[in-house]
């Protein structure tokens, strides 16, 4: 059984979904139950595969890569299929891995127009393999692939079942990152021409081997790693997606259907700070050294930036898409500290993110079902009409801006910390204001978040809604996906060592590639 | 001053192969149009062999040829099929591909 | 031993009590508030047992341990791993100055488990209970369990009745870890807590907009100073290199630590005591704060949450000790502000027809006061004035409740109170207790330690802080008019509100004679030993502060008689010349009547020369134009700038968003696009379908390319 799980469990568990998709593909459309169930049941195989995998997971060497698989792939340009996982990407595996049965759920009983759910979930699960794949591949092409992979589905789930808008934003959302991503191809293929990885465990000079590449950049000149860094810092960067490269995020969220939103807030921005905790920071410490305070500028902006205008929404979701954008500010700042706390602060925060935001976004999605509006000042006393789903989101709020005792606060107040003192080599002075700045931004999120609560679920409910047949308390497929994102909220935040515990090793290891290039 | 000949006829066939291209709106003479440009070419090729004593040149021509009379068979066919849809085989009424 | 080394049950039976309210309140017989009294009586009664056996440590000290260092090893060795170490040792205080007999310094008994970590490091979360953190586990407990109980009848019928109980259970359980707290991470956890219970319980009746408004002023202020509270921390931690109170404040105490670092720490979590404990300029939210239920003020905005600030001070006092020099300078930045905002807060009580808002601005007076106590290096007088304001004030906004409850739920003195002594004998009876404690009167409870701060301000330092103790001493005389005033409109005169008041139930009085009764009985937990015999004098001092390595090594002031005679003089001058004002109707025409013959003839026949002069100059004018002058500096300049800040912030979002997001960044990515698309348009128009127009185009193009060929060849 442990040898099973040690040489195909992961491959299982990246692959899974599409075999599920391609079982429905030969179902006919109209068994729509039948579609439900099958993706149901994939998805919580893959679930089920993860726990087996974290079962398994030899938390002592958290900071090795396990279940690790290594065959041969593209021999001509040495690419492999090296798939593995560690203490980093663990945790944001298992939290695909979660959210994606739990949008399979939530959306049991309405699927947004155009209805064919058998279209809707086999995009889905193609989804959740590019995710999962994104988090488990070592090789960088493979990366790329699943990177890539992700796109697509995203672009038809946005584009066919959004809102008014949706192709505009389909688009902006396809070609904005295929553009990042387009560069961060020519770095990857900068960094199989230019290092030299004969020395490592690769032993080949020219490697898309994540594993052996840190070990094989040395030899680049200090310029040509930064060019190098800056195209993965674009590739990256848009996916996060940092200041200024945000503007797709607010058009995609607000058009994508609820379930799309909550995966591209939850998973898909988390793949942009994956690959720099993953990729870029490893591989090119030295020029991360050089890149941070940009990267920690742009994310403090990010943050203030964001909560600005999060201020000036009139509309809700909008408003939580830019609370994403001041989040991952906290979550960037922490990784441009390139440091131990700070990073460990960054997968907190993204895990932390994926669970708080997602919540956000379903709630937006019920009530936009409830109220067919998600216009602020026409909401109002949610707190009357459905006073369970009106502490839900009371909840979600408060973790979101941050609040002790819930997940978020363990994103950011460690992020903060972690920028009073940075890594060797990185300006005191600079980083301490962005320290201050960043904490500013907790009094802006407290106020918009607040304000938004306090507008839609305080008070009494406006005219037209009074009476509402419509506004219905939280139903049984809605409580069913948001339960464990509640617990696992409270949980976190609670005992916040469930997770540090976790990726600790693992960001260590990262830290002292960054201290050993500081120090040479 | 063999070959001025040559050239001087092919010139002549190719201008009124142009000109049919260009001015008849009939798409069946324009057809016939480009037949005669792909023959004016021929006789350039077979002339030009013929005095470098090259046997390239003929084929050449021979490949011309064959592929001139597949251009002609999916040609009239697809200018039939315009006529089934369009009682007409006026090219300007033709601009479905318009930008 | 059992309750101090397992302290943390305490706040966990009132979380408990949250989540079992929470789900399961609505189905029992009364709603969920039997489980938030059963629970919080529990912790109340837990609390009790660690104050008896933390006066039993303190009386009878564990037997010595064999050797200081080796325990100090022992307790680092173990910190790595889950421990469980009660330093059930005792170690000799290196020459203390005024504990010569002998002191034996009392450890605290901690007990931590691993919380997070990072950086290979990893973080304790623990209990840590001394002195301090008993009695505050004493004061929390047992005004939460009254105000419990009265909320009961208070809030009856109130549709939210559930909910409220399980928030007054999560404050309780909030605060009580707060107290408690090992390290400073989990103090600003607690804090926030706190906060966020605040914010709840304030907008509890959030159907009305004021409601939620003054709610969220509330939290965004008190978060403006979590930044500050936030960023001391970090500077601590990264001066010190632990979160631990006990590691920082040693290492403060002994020098060990940078005194730059140390006074921007200081300054840091002096943001977080301004918001927190509504101190002048951060101080507007309090009385808005009032908007919420009235057992929700007395327990929060009085007794417990709004001392959180006070608490935090003491609990890092060696910080604040060396950061801010408080041994060895005659003013500073704590002080200063302390002594502001009491006699700001004063001033302010007089002018408001609302009682709560008048009690409000008096919890920011004394507020004001520990803070001043603190900063002068007065620890033991702020830990006991937090102790006795905490009953007092307590009682008094319960009996506002009380009162309210008779008049129709107004608060409003002038137009809906006044002779309700004849009404309500019981709640009359109890405020007036309470509010003759809060004047600073003997022999009842505020006396004792307001004497205390002011003679701290006058002895100690380097030379006193003479500033801060005529503010202190101006305070207590405007302390005694505007209690006085509060009193006359509230009780006495005639009834001006329709119907006929009525007394409250039990569930009512029966809490406001317990509190009445601790705030007249309260001051004597620390006679100065002037008075009474050693046995029992400054028994507060010496169970509450602490002796051990952690805490500077402060000096005490000693009683006065003058002192004491001086400040009584003060406070019963403010009541008499309030009491002139309001109950004899003197000098009512004063400010109309204009005329120095006028004047000169009701100085004649009052007799009251220098009441006179008091009454136009000092309180008439304070009274007037000056308090009116900074209650609209008050209204207009700083609740108007943090409005302001609040609005503008909006604003500048919304600009920003309109004219930077919309129009420059997203209008470069949408201008790429729209250019290709403009080139598109542009080139379609050669793409017309015309296959002749193409083939001409193609012909000429091959000409002009066989020109080039043969001009070029």
């Known amino acids: 059984m442990e040898d099973f799980l040690n040489d195909w469990g992961l491959s299982l568990a990246v692959f899974l979904p599409v075999v599920g998709a391609a079982i429905m593909a030969l179902i006919p459309r109209a068994e729509e139950q039948l579609h439900k169930v099958v993706a149901l049941i994939t998805t919580l195989a893959v679930a089920g595969m993860g726990v087996a995998l974290l079962a398994n997971f030899d938390m002592g060497r958290s900071k090795d890569l396990q279940f690790v698989v290594d065959a041969s792939w593209i021999d001509v340009i040495n690419s492999r299929y090296i798939v593995g996982l560690d203490g980093i990407s663990m945790p944001l595996m298992l939290l695909t891995m979660l959210i994606v049965p739990l949008c399979v759920i939530y959306s049991w009983n309405h699927f947004p127009e155009p209805h064919n759910p058998k279209a809707f979930l086999i995009l889905i699960l193609i989804l959740e393999t590019g995710m999962i794949g994104t988090f488990a591949a070592q090789d960088l092409i493979l990366f790329f692939v699943f990177f890539e992979i992700v796109l697509v589905p995203m672009y038809f789930l946005i584009g066919v079942w959004g809102g008014e808008e949706r192709q505009y934003a389909a688009i902006k959302f396809f070609l904005f990152t295929l553009f990042g991503s387009a560069l961060m191809l020519v770095s990857f293929l900068a960094l199989y021409f230019l290092a030299d990885a004969s020395g490592t465990a690769a032993g080949v000079a020219n490697t898309f081997d994540m594993r052996a590449l840190p070990e094989a950049t040395a030899g680049i000149a200090l310029s040509t790693q930064v060019i190098i860094f800056g195209g993965m810092f674009l590739g990256f960067g848009i996916k996060v997606p940092m200041f200024p490269f945000h503007t797709w995020l607010p058009d995609a969220h607000t058009q994508a259907p609820t379930v799309g939103s909550v995966i591209l807030a939850a998973i898909l921005l988390k793949l942009g700070t994956y690959g720099f905790i993953r990729i870029a920071i490893p591989i090119l410490p030295e020029a991360a050294i050089e890149w941070a305070p940009i990267i920690g500028g742009l994310a403090v902006i990010g943050i203030i930036y964001g909560a600005l205008c999060c201020l000036a929404q009139t509309d809700m979701k909008r408003l939580i898409a830019f609370s994403s954008v001041a989040h991952m500010g906290y979550t960037m700042l922490g990784i441009s500290t390139l440091t131990d706390f700070g990073m460990n602060a960054a997968v907190f925060g993204m895990v932390a993110h994926g669970l708080i935001t997602g919540t956000l976004f379903f709630i937006a999605g019920s009530m936009k079902e409830r109220y067919h509006t998600l216009e602020i000042k026409r909401l109002g006393g949610l707190l009357v009409s459905a006073p369970k789903m009106g502490w839900v989101f009371g909840l979600a709020t408060m973790a979101s801006l941050g609040l002790p005792g819930l997940a978020g606060f363990w994103g950011e107040v460690p992020a903060i910390l972690a920028a009073y003192s940075p890594a060797e080599g990185l300006s005191e002075p600079l980083f301490r204001a962005y320290m201050v700045i960043a904490a500013i931004g907790t009094v802006l999120a407290a106020g918009y978040l607040l304000w938004l609560y306090q507008r839609t679920a305080f008070g009494t409910p406006t005219e037209e809604f009074v009476d509402d047949p419509h506004i219905t308390d939280i139903s049984i497929p809605e409580w069913v996906a948001w339960v464990p994102m509640i617990v696992l909220i409270l949980a976190l935040g609670i005992y916040p060592n469930l997770l540090f515990n976790l990726t600790d090793p693992a960001v260590v290891a990262v830290g002292d590639l960054v201290a050993a290039a500081a120090g040479s | ?99 | ?713």
């Open chain 2, 1 to 99: 001053m063999l070959l001025t000949n040559f050239l001087m006829l092919s010139s002549i066939l190719f201008c009124i192969g142009v000109y049919g291209v260009l001015a008849r709106r009939n798409a069946v003479m324009v057809l016939m149009s480009i037949e005669l440009i792909l023959n004016a070419v021929n006789i350039n090729l077979v002339a030009f062999g013929t005095i470098h004593g090259s046997i390239s040149g003929h084929v050449f021509a021979l490949f011309i040829i064959a592929v001139a009379a597949a251009e002609v068979g999916v040609g009239l066919a697809m200018v039939l099929l315009i006529y089934r849809n369009r009682s007409s085989i006026d090219l300007d009424d033709v601009d479905l591909l318009k930008g």
């Open chain 3, 1 to 713: 031993m059992f309750f101090l080394e397992n302290a943390w049950i305490i706040p966990a039976i009132p979380a408990a009590s949250f989540l079992l309210i929470l789900f399961f309140g609505k189905r029992m017989p009364r709603k969920g508030s039997e489980i938030g009294i059963a629970a919080v009586g529990l912790a109340f009664a837990f609390s009790v047992l660690a104050g008896v056996a933390w006066i039993d440590r303190v009386e009878n000290p564990p037997p010595a341990a064999h050797d200081t260092e080796q325990v100090d090893e022992h307790v680092d060795e173990d910190h790595a791993e889950e421990t469980e170490h009660a330093a059930a040792d005792v170690v000799q205080v290196a020459a203390s100055e005024e504990g010569g007999e002998g002191h034996h310094a009392v450890e605290p008994v901690t007990n931590s488990w691993t919380w997070w970590q990072s950086g290979g490091t990893e973080f304790q979360v623990g209990t840590f209970v001394d002195g301090l953190s008993v009695m505050m586990l004493f004061v929390v407990g047992l005004i939460s369990l009254l105000v419990h109980v009265y909320s009961t009848d208070y809030v009856r019928d109130d549709p939210r009745y559930t909910h409220f109980f399980a928030f007054l259970s999560l404050f309780t359980a909030s605060m009580m870890t707060l107290v408690i707290s090992e390290n400073t991470f989990q103090i600003i956890t607690a804090w926030e807590m706190v906060g966020v219970c605040s914010w709840v319980l304030i907008g509890h009746w959030w159907e009305e907009k004021p409601n939620a408004d003054a709610a969220l002023k509330a939290f965004l202020t008190n978060r403006v100073g979590d930044v500050g509270l936030v960023i001391g921390m970090i500077i601590l931690f990264f001066a010190a290199g632990s979160f631990n109170v006990v590691e920082i404040n040693t290492l403060a105490s002994e020098g060990a630590l940078s005194h730059t670092a140390l006074l921007a720490a200081s300054l840091c979590l002096m943001a977080a005591v301004m918001s927190k404990s509504g101190q002048f300029f951060l101080h507007t939210w309090l009385p808005d704060a009032m908007a919420g239920p009235t057992p929700v003020s007395a327990l929060l905005h009085s007794a417990t949450m709004v001392v959180a600030g006070i608490f935090m001070v003491a609990r890092m006092y060696g910080v604040f000790w060396e950061g801010l020099s408080i041994g060895t300078s005659s003013i500073n930045a704590l002080a200063l502000i302390g002594g502001v905002t009491t006699l700001v807060g004063a001033s302010l009580a007089f002018v408001q027809r609302d009682i709560k808002k008048v009690l409000a601005y008096s919890t920011i007076s004394q507020l004001g006061y520990m803070v001043m106590a603190l900063g002068v290096g007065a620890w033991t007088a702020a830990l006991f004035h937090l102790f006795t304001h905490a009953f007092f004030k307590a009682c008094l906004f319960l009996g506002a409740g009380s009162v309210s409850h008779a008049c129709h739920h107004s608060f409003d003195m002038v137009a809906d109170m006044g002779g309700l002594r004849k009404y309500m004998p019981h709640t009359f009876k109890t405020f007036m207790i309470a509010s003759v404690a809060l004047a600073g009167i003997p022999p009842l409870a505020g006396f004792w330690s307001k004497d205390e701060v002011l003679a701290g301000a006058q002895q100690l330092g380097d030379g006193g802080y003479p500033l801060m103790f005529v503010m202190g001493l101006l305070t207590a005389g405007l302390t005694g008019a505007y209690v006085t005033r509060m009193v006359y409109l509230t009780f006495f005169g005639e009834h001006r509100g329709h119907g006929t008041p009525h007394e409250s139930p039990k569930t009512i009085t029966t809490p406001l004679w317990i509190l009445a009764g601790f705030a007249a009985v309260a001051g004597l937990f620390n006679l100065p030993d002037a008075i009474v015999p050693d046995g029992i004098a400054y028994r507060f001092e010496h169970f509450v502060e602490p002796t051990a390595a952690y805490f500077p090594s402060i000096s005490h002031p000693s009683f006065s008689w003058g002192l004491a005679i001086v400040s009584t003089l003060i406070a019963v001058g403010g009541v008499a010349v309030s009491y002139g004002y309001w109950f004899q109707g003197r000098w009512h025409g004063i400010t109309e009547r204009n005329g120095v013959a006028r004047a000169g003839y009701r100085l004649l026949e009052n007799k009251y020369y220098l009441d006179t002069l008091y009454e136009t100059v000092i309180v008439g004018a304070i009274k007037g134009p000056i308090a009116r002058a900074s209650y609209w500096a008050n209204q207009n300049l700083f609740d108007r700038v943090v409005d302001g800040v609040g609005n503008g912030t909006v604003d500048g979002g919304r600009r920003v968003h309109k004219y930077f997001d919309r129009a420059v960044i997203d209008g470069v990515i949408n201008m790429s696009g729209r250019s290709a698309e403009g080139a598109g348009a542009a080139l379609r128009l050669i793409q017309n379908g015309r296959i002749r127009q193409y083939a001409s185009l193609m012909f000429g193009g091959a000409a002009i390319l066989a020109g080039v060929l043969i001009v070029i060849v």
